[in-house]
């Protein structure tokens, strides 16, 4: 997965610095057929490959670095056709040079793309002014070179803006991502607070409920201590109206009142309510 812009980077420079040891090792292997024409290119090329391969084990991806992989990544496919100067296949190797360009588009830089393309105008100037039949003067060579060197500006100014779009693209996924999570953090604290909340909730809940039982198991005993006490004042009430009765029949069959009051206040039960008490004192 790309994480970032620098990600992206890197991973183009690495790939020009597989692609030069490639190069290097495609020439050392031509070397047999081609003979010192090509150990030369494949010791350029292994030298050139070696600046994107420091880069790439550096994780460099500034500016500096961006620009060196674009001017190797041009100069390769020049040496490789400089090794194999004497073979058929030198007019079709100037496919890798739309691959070194379509390489640098991984570099999201307009930069290192510029730069190759100068470098691969150059390269088609020289050679025109080099090689026989290539020569200024001549119509016909002249305006081959002219549409090379507007095919090449061409390409490069098609892989630029691509470059562009596909950095700006990056950086908006970049940014979208870094919110992202600074949302995601900033909701995991919410919940974790929220819970927090619920949490502390539920216990002043709970301790409302404890609360509440012991008010209501008081007020049960309350209730209980009352209903007792009422049981035993209505016992000790009922007794003592027995017992006047009692006395009121044995009074009517000729006793004296004196007899009755005393006989009635030794047989009456004490009650147990305060109240029934404090009036049966007064009536005694």
Sequence with gaps: MIASVDDLRQRGILLVAIGGWIATCFLAVMAVTYGKAAVTAACVCAVLSMLPTWAAIMTRSDVLARIITGIVAAMLPVVVRFGMHDSLWQIDLHLYFFIALAALTLLLDIRPILAACSIMVLNHIIGSVGIAGYVAGTGTDMIRLIFHVIAVGLIGAVLCWISRSLATLLRRIEIDRLRSHAQSKELQATTARLEEAINTL????????????????????????????????????????????DLLQTSARGDGSGVVNAGLARRLPRPTNPLLRSALANIH
């Design 202 to 245: 539920h216990h002043e809940q709970e301790e409302a409920e404890k609360v509440r039982n012991a008010l209501q198991e008081e007020r049960k005993a309350a209730y209980a201590d009352i209903a007792t006490q009422f049981e035993q004042s209505v016992i000790a009430v009922t007794a003592s109206v027995a017992s006047t009765a």
